[in-house]
């Protein structure tokens, strides 16, 4: 009698243990799933700034060559202000 009463304590303990185990195994699942949407949404966000980044450095060097091409086309009125300066006073100077 108390060999079966020990075996059913047994059987008993087990199946505490399994209830256990599974819950402790479906806690783990939710906190994967939790995780992987986490990365999902963060991997997201990454694609999403690298293109604001993209956008901004393509803005950035359209806003150089403009400012280039600003910097040569002062210094080509510059040179021909001083030409005709130079080409006045030579002139008058006559």
Request: glycine share 4%; proline share 0%.
């Amino acid at each position: 009698m108390a060999s079966l009463r020990e075996t059913i304590s047994g059987v008993r303990a087990a199946g505490d243990v399994e209830g256990r185990l599974k819950a402790e195994l479906l806690a783990v699942h939710e906190q994967l799933a939790s995780s992987r949407a986490a990365l999902s949404d963060a991997e997201e966000r990454s694609a999403a700034r690298q293109a604001d980044a993209r956008s901004l450095r393509e803005l950035l060097e359209a806003a150089q060559a403009e400012l280039r091409r600003r910097e040569t086309d002062a210094e080509l009125q510059a040179h021909d202000a001083t030409l005709r300066l130079s080409d006045l006073q030579h002139r008058s100077a006559q």
